[in-house]
């Protein structure tokens, strides 16, 4: 087929935005589009599951630092794609998801029994996308789409969804030229001057001031905005889970993400002005809601709907890379070396805290393993970590030196890593790491297919403990004993070698050598470790949560 149909026109405007690879599964409904890619230069990541697609599509977004393409099928393809969505959603990761509908006459909930059909299909994403949109003619397709890359990509950013039915994307495209200059640049929202001006003032009165950077200043590329204005005050910087992106690891008024400890609480309570950038302060990032602030809060974030939300605040609704600017340039420096040599022993006497705190709860062997890893990667590897046992330490422990960090604490849903570190290594061209537990390993074994049929150079560290750890730790806490989180799991090395993947099984002690030898190889390989972990004590217990 030669012809240009409606297919090609959301392929030509994808590649006109500045796409250049897209992910997928073909169906009944969406093969108008994949015709059109056929003929087109992008590059395919094909998956298996539609769930994994669309977190394969996030790790093509965190690597590439631009909107993902995720193309989807109708009613099961595409609603299979929910929960990976969800997370993207949660984390503010532009993916792009065009899905296929059933032909136009069967729009409307008429019930004309076609298949896939769904009376709205886009109803059941509206609490997941930032914004939906159903194509109804051919002429329509390239602003669509470009409204909705844009609306992607502005902050803060979110996934999308366009509906195209059938029959729209299999039309003939007869006097349409070819779509090759297509932009939608996003506006980021900026504050006003007034609002600008008073959190300057506020900062530059400050003596105690602390720094939390979240994962919305790693977003906005706001880190080394974030440091300056950190040096000029003498303020150390903690980051969130999905923060630590943004502070240079080995920055001198970088404190560090235990964030899950009272000690890092206490010192971040203490500021009498904490800014907050890019963080709402939700449950994960203010030890379970037990962080009460006893200064002032500057909040910074490109989400409305976060600014306050959780404290008063002086709210700034702004990019952060933007906010960060103009305070950098109204800002009164109150540097000063004694002052910095004191902020930093505090800093240190919180970090002695913590660690004193792990050393008199025997956690060597956990701590061990995360060493383990982090020694046998280069500096510069990205990490992709499940919602396990040791994905909840590396939150905390991991040093991330030049390597990105990211895991599925958004949305918290099981099977992020493996699919995720695919996209990611797919779209970087370089070995990228996911470390999973067994639970969470089993939602994304299907995948091992694609990382063979694309060449992916991704390593996948399984931590086998035949159960749900973290589960049963909460269940035994509370209840005395453990239910339902025992389960049996296959042989991880013979499925992935029947996968045509080479895999290996290594007792702890022996992850360094063998996470390392894969750096040295092409193509997927997988590590198994069979071994139990421990989670260290909570210490906000004591505490009531705000409500």
């Given at each position: 087929?030669?012809?240009?149909?409606?297919?090609?026109?959301?392929?030509?405007?994808?590649?006109?935005?500045?796409?250049r690879?897209?992910?997928?599964?073909?169906?009944?409904?969406?093969?108008?589009?994949?015709?059109?890619?056929?003929?087109?230069?992008?590059?395919?990541?094909?998956?298996?599951?539609?769930?994994?697609?669309?977190?394969?599509?996030?790790?093509?977004?965190?690597?590439?630092?631009a909107?993902?393409?995720?193309?989807?099928?109708?009613?099961?393809?595409?609603?299979?794609?929910?929960?990976?969505?969800?997370?993207?959603?949660?984390?503010?990761?532009?993916?792009?998801?065009?899905?296929?509908?059933?032909?136009?006459?069967?729009?409307?909930?008429?019930?004309?029994?076609?298949?896939?059909?769904?009376?709205?299909q886009?109803?059941?994403?509206?609490?997941?996308?930032?914004?939906?949109?159903?194509?109804?003619?051919?002429?329509?397709?390239?602003?669509?789409?470009?409204?909705?890359w844009?609306?992607?990509?502005?902050?803060?950013?979110?996934?999308?969804?366009?509906?195209?039915?059938?029959?729209?994307?299999m039309?003939?495209?007869?006097?349409?030229?070819?779509?090759?200059?297509?932009r939608?640049?996003?506006?980021?929202?900026?504050?006003?001057e007034?609002?600008?001006?008073?959190?300057?003032?506020?900062?530059s009165?400050?003596?105690?001031?602390?720094?939390?950077?979240?994962?919305?200043?790693?977003?906005?590329?706001?880190?080394?905005?974030?440091?300056?204005?950190?040096?000029?005050?003498?303020?150390?910087?903690?980051?969130?889970?999905?923060?630590r992106n943004?502070?240079?690891?080995?920055?001198?008024?970088?404190?560090?993400?235990?964030?899950?400890?009272?000690?890092t609480?206490?010192?971040?309570?203490?500021?009498?002005?904490?800014?907050v950038?890019?963080?709402?302060?939700?449950?994960?990032?203010?030890?379970?809601?037990?962080?009460?602030?006893?200064?002032?809060?500057?909040?910074?974030?490109?989400?409305?709907?976060?600014?306050?939300?959780?404290?008063?605040?002086?709210?700034v609704?702004?990019?952060?890379?933007?906010?960060?600017?103009?305070?950098?340039?109204l800002?009164?420096?109150?540097?000063?070396?004694?002052?910095?040599r004191?902020?930093?022993?505090?800093?240190?006497?919180?970090?002695?805290?913590?660690?004193?705190?792990?050393?008199?709860?025997?956690?060597?062997?956990e701590?061990?393993?995360?060493?383990?890893?982090?020694?046998?990667?280069?500096?510069?590897?990205?990490?992709?970590?499940?919602?396990?046992?040791?994905?909840?330490?590396?939150?905390?422990?991991?040093?991330?030196?030049?390597?990105?960090?990211?895991?599925?604490?958004?949305?918290?849903?099981?099977?992020?890593?493996?699919?995720?570190?695919?996209?990611?290594?797919?779209?970087?061209?370089?070995?990228?790491?996911?470390?999973?537990?067994?639970?969470?390993?089993?939602?994304?074994?299907?995948?091992?297919?694609?990382?063979?049929?694309?060449?992916?150079?991704?390593?996948?560290?399984?931590?086998?403990?035949?159960?749900?750890?973290?589960?049963?730790?909460?269940?035994?806490?509370?209840?005395?004993?453990?239910?339902?989180?025992?389960?049996?799991?296959?042989?991880?090395?013979?499925?992935?070698?029947?996968?045509?993947?080479?895999?290996c099984?290594?007792?702890?002690?022996?992850?360094?050598?063998?996470?390392?030898?894969?750096?040295?190889?092409?193509?997927?390989?997988?590590?198994?470790?069979?071994?139990?972990?421990?989670?260290?004590?909570?210490?906000?217990?004591?505490?009531?949560?705000?409500?």
């Amino acid at each position: 087929m030669t012809d240009r149909i409606g297919g090609d026109l959301v392929i030509e405007a994808l590649s006109a935005l500045g796409a250049r690879a897209v992910v997928g599964i073909p169906g009944q409904h969406a093969l108008g589009m994949f015709e059109a890619l056929r003929r087109s230069t992008l590059r395919y990541l094909g998956a298996r599951v539609e769930n994994n697609a669309a977190w394969m599509a996030d790790g093509v977004a965190r690597a590439s630092g631009a909107p993902a393409p995720l193309l989807l099928s109708t009613g099961p393809g595409a609603l299979t794609a929910l929960p990976a969505l969800m997370e993207a959603k949660c984390s503010s990761v532009p993916v792009v998801a065009v899905s296929a509908q059933v032909p136009l006459a069967g729009l409307g909930g008429g019930r004309h029994g076609y298949l896939h059909e769904l009376a709205d299909q886009s109803d059941a994403f509206r609490q997941i996308v930032k914004h939906s949109v159903t194509v109804r003619s051919i002429s329509q397709i390239p602003s669509a789409v470009a409204e909705a890359w844009a609306i992607a990509a502005r902050a803060p950013q979110g996934p999308v969804l366009i509906e195209i039915p059938q029959d729209v994307l299999m039309a003939r495209v007869d006097d349409m030229p070819v779509v090759s200059a297509l932009r939608r640049e996003p506006e980021p929202p900026s504050a006003p001057e007034e609002v600008l001006r008073l959190a300057a003032a506020v900062l530059s009165a400050a003596e105690r001031p602390l720094v939390l950077a979240g994962g919305g200043a790693d977003r906005a590329n706001a880190g080394e905005l974030l440091m300056i204005v950190a040096e000029r005050l003498d303020a150390p910087v903690y980051s969130t889970f999905s923060g630590r992106n943004a502070i240079p690891s080995d920055h001198p008024l970088h404190a560090g993400s235990w964030l899950e400890d009272i000690a890092t609480t206490e010192h971040l309570e203490s500021a009498d002005v904490l800014l907050v950038v890019g963080s709402g302060l939700g449950e994960l990032s203010s030890n379970y809601h037990a962080f009460a602030p006893r200064g002032r809060v500057i909040q910074i974030d490109a989400d409305l709907g976060v600014i306050g939300a959780n404290h008063p605040v002086i709210g700034v609704h702004s990019d952060a890379a933007s906010a960060l600017s103009r305070i950098d340039e109204l800002l009164t420096s109150t540097s000063d070396e004694d002052r910095r040599r004191e902020r930093l022993a505090e800093v240190a006497r919180v970090r002695a805290e913590v660690f004193e705190r792990l050393d008199a709860q025997r956690l060597d062997h956990e701590r061990g393993l995360l060493e383990e890893v982090r020694d046998g990667i280069p500096s510069d590897a990205d990490t992709f970590w499940d919602m396990t046992m040791a994905a909840y330490w590396a939150w905390s422990a991991w040093d991330r030196r030049d390597g990105r960090f990211a895991s599925a604490q958004g949305s918290g849903g099981l099977g992020f890593a493996f699919p995720a570190a695919i996209g990611a290594a797919f779209a970087s061209g370089r070995r990228t790491v996911a470390v999973s537990g067994d639970g969470g390993a089993m939602y994304g074994i299907a995948e091992l297919a694609s990382a063979v049929q694309h060449a992916v150079d991704v390593t996948w560290l399984i931590i086998d403990d035949a159960g749900y750890g973290i589960l049963a730790e909460y269940m035994d806490a509370a209840f005395g004993e453990a239910t339902a989180t025992s389960i049996h799991g296959p042989d991880f090395v013979a499925l992935a070698e029947s996968f045509g993947v080479p895999a290996c099984t290594v007792e702890p002690g022996g992850i360094r050598e063998a996470v390392s030898a894969t750096f040295a190889q092409r193509g997927p390989r997988v590590v198994v470790v069979r071994t139990r972990l421990r989670m260290f004590a909570p210490t906000h217990l004591h505490r009531p949560a705000r409500a």
